[in-house]
């Protein structure tokens, strides 16, 4: 997979329709006022591409641990619940005048996963996350943009998702198309930019513009727009050692779900128009 290690990794809480819900982060986020009621409710740090200050209390050490593996997810250490969390990831370039966020423009997008550890009572998001190396997913074929807007080749995407265990798959998130997206296109990259410049301290989430500051004003970021919602069978699931992790955003006016489940049954991942990712857990 390509190295994203100097990428700031981000990502977007509360962006598909009830996923907060079946994540049991409701109640996490009931302090948390947004611009309308289908408005994402924040932004979460998942890996800082710099080395922390000693001045600084905040953010904890973990994050600065790059997570993202194309092959495995590592559980973690103690007896703790995870979730796979299907989502799209997009590759951007950031552009900033005299330190301030100005543009963020979109450049690649891809499958991704944004395992989270399921505990209640975390004073931040962030803190379930990223527990060490090889605990985020990112696909390693990434499909590159011609335009992030009404139009382009995004609106023709879906993304669909699925659990290995014990050789047969079973449908872990919805089958959705990408524009089904609360925020998505030039509202998303809007909000996006106004939400790192003003987001501060507050609740479940943190002041992303002084951890940017921190790491010196990366210019190249990943950011998971949103966690899709589950099945039935994904919002009961957690993972366990052995598991396949497959998650899947095709162009649906190619490939039919059918099409994409007989290929992932088949671990042929590297197909046109697709964008695969297949950890397995350990």
């Known amino acids: 997979m390509s190295d994203y290690k100097?990428?700031?990794?981000?990502?977007?809480?509360?962006?598909?329709?009830?996923?907060?819900?079946?994540?049991?982060?409701?109640?996490?986020?009931k302090d948390v006022i947004t611009a309308d009621e289908a408005a994402p409710k924040g932004i979460f740090p998942f890996y800082l591409p710099c080395k922390k200050s000693s001045q600084s209390e905040r953010p904890r050490e973990m994050l600065f641990t790059y997570p993202l593996s194309s092959e495995t997810l590592q559980l973690p250490n103690e007896n703790l619940n995870v979730q796979a969390e299907p989502e799209v990831a997009l590759i951007c370039e950031l552009t900033y005048i005299k330190e301030k966020l100005v543009h963020i423009a979109p450049q690649a997008f891809g499958a991704y996963n944004d395992a989270s550890i399921r505990v209640a009572g975390a004073q931040k998001i962030s803190d379930k996350k990223n527990w060490g190396a090889n605990t985020k997913g990112i696909a390693t074929e990434l499909l590159p943009l011609d335009i992030?807007?009404?139009g382009g080749m995004m609106d023709n995407y879906s993304i669909c998702s699925f659990?290995?265990?014990d050789d047969?798959?079973?449908?872990?998130?919805?089958?959705?198309?990408?524009?089904?997206?609360?925020?998505?296109?030039?509202k998303l990259t809007d909000w996006i930019l106004n939400q790192i410049n003003t987001q501060e301290d507050f609740g479940p989430l943190e002041d992303i513009k002084s951890y940017i500051k921190e790491c010196n004003n990366p210019t190249k970021l990943i950011?998971?727009?949103?966690?899709?919602?589950?099945?039935?069978?994904?919002?009961?699931?957690?993972?366990?050692?052995?598991?396949?992790v497959l998650i899947a955003v095709y162009n649906h006016n190619r490939y039919s779900l059918e099409n994409i489940e007989a290929l992932l049954q088949n671990k042929q991942y590297e197909e046109p128009a697709l964008s695969i990712l297949a950890q397995k857990v350990l």
């Open 148 to 150: 992030f807007e009404d």
């Open 168 to 186: 047969a798959l079973y449908a872990y998130g919805e089958n959705v198309e990408l524009t089904g997206y609360s925020y998505f296109y030039e």
């Open 6 to 29: 100097e990428y700031l990794g981000l990502g977007i809480a509360g962006n598909f329709a009830l996923h907060l819900a079946q994540a049991g982060e409701l109640e996490e986020f």
């Open 223 to 244: 950011i998971s727009i949103g966690a899709t919602r589950y099945t039935d069978y994904g919002e009961k699931t957690f993972l366990q050692s052995g598991d396949e």
């Open 163 to 165: 659990l290995r265990r």
